[in-house]
């Protein structure tokens, strides 16, 4: 039954990690390339560590539960074995869930950046670049979406 279990965990975490998405500077999606996106220049005023939330999808509250269900539906016999699998797999769903959200969570940086005409900006992207007040900046923007590079 162990083995089950640590079964089942790995192929729900290959999944979670599968759903995640990247919010990196360094990052395109497909639709981004070949369009024109607008840059601008300015100073790096302050960086603050921040966190983005994990990614809430159904599949991480869906896997729980089914691993729940089958591990509640083990335990006792006839009606017993039915509603241990009904909570099993209500605790696992919010198990699932939980992890998912804990798993797909990245570290990342609210980057405040002085443009050259005089504006101040702040944008949040995935830790992946290191950035200091008094670094010179790219700001590139597409689509409503903008990004920090050096």
Known sequence: MKTTRLLAVGILSV?????????SGSVYSRDDARKVQTVRTGVVES???VKLEGTK???GTIAGGAVG?????SIGGGR????????GAVAGGLAGSAV???VTRKDAYEITVKLDGGALIAIVQEADEEFKAGDKVRV???SGASRVSH
């Open 140 to 142: 590139v923007e597409n």
């Open 80 to 87: 017993g074995s039915a509603i241990a699998a009904v909570i």
């Open 47 to 49: 960086v603050r560590s």
């Open 69 to 73: 269900g089958i591990a509640g539906s």
């Open 100 to 102: 998912e959200e804990g």
């Open 57 to 59: 999808s159904p599949i």
């Open 15 to 23: 999944f979670l990690a599968a759903c995640a998405s990247s919010n």
